[in-house]
């Protein structure tokens, strides 16, 4: 069954520089979420969107910014990065509806020296 | 507002016997609870998830997880641990659903450590 796929998987970056991950859902899913996971730590939501429209934000810093296209992927953009961005970056994708499950790719380790 | 609780750093459990890992949680409303394994430098792995019906959820890989309306608990068992099992769990639970507010909250995680 296809997954979901991000890429890169690994990115490294000096502090300031800008980044950008992508996401690209299950076929059919319309919803994408992006969680943050520090080391050691649990995933914090960032950002999702339903049928290309932000809907819900959570502690995402203003230098981040993230949009969804008509082909559904996700891209989620990194300007001025700092030494404490660095973490594992996961997409999750939904088919939107109330009870279904979030899928989760297999992420993006961001490094920012 | 909702949360998650895992009151367990680690689990260690000798292959061969039972495993629980414990999860709590505290949401208004109806809970929609989740459970996911990460293995090492990897995404998260659905498990199974409690929506509504049978108190007691199968998923994955011989998993299982029993729902507890009157403990608010919703710990991950296994009848028989594997090696292979060693990873981290992660207990989570789905915002209550409204138009903007979907979004998962994770436990701090479990890591359990199956021995030989």
């Known amino acids: 069954a296809a997954g979901v796929i991000q890429s890169p998987r690994h990115l490294i970056k000096e502090k300031r520089e800008t980044a950008t991950l992508k996401c690209y859902p299950i076929?059919?899913?319309?919803?994408v979420y992006w969680y943050q996971q520090g080391p050691g730590q649990d995933p914090q939501f960032l950002i999702s969107?339903?049928?290309?429209?932000?809907?819900d934000k959570g502690s995402i810093p203003d230098r981040f910014s993230a949009q969804q296209f008509s082909d559904y992927h996700s891209e989620l953009n990194m300007s001025s990065l700092e030494l404490g961005d660095s973490a594992l970056y996961f997409c999750a994708s939904s088919s939107g509806l109330v009870t279904d499950t979030q899928y989760f790719g297999p992420g993006t380790r961001l490094t920012v020296l | 507002a909702q949360s998650v609780a895992q009151p367990e750093d680690q689990v260690n459990v000798a292959e061969g016997n039972p495993l629980t890992v414990k999860c709590t949680y505290s949401?208004?409303?109806?809970?929609?609870l989740f459970w996911y394994v990460q293995y090492p430098n990897r995404g998260l792995q659905f498990l199974l998830k409690y929506i509504t019906g049978d108190n007691l959820v199968k998923g994955s890989y011989g998993f299982e997880a029993e729902f507890n309306k009157s403990q608010t608990s919703f710990h991950l068992k296994k009848p028989s641990a594997l090696v292979s099992d060693s990873a981290l769990y992660f207990c989570a639970v789905r915002a209550q659903r409204n138009y903007n507010t979907d979004k998962l909250i994770f436990g701090t995680g479990t890591r359990l450590q199956v021995f030989p």
């Open positions: 076929p059919r899913h319309d919803t």
């Open positions: 969107f339903y049928e290309k429209m932000q809907s």
């Open positions: 949401v208004s409303g109806n809970p929609y």
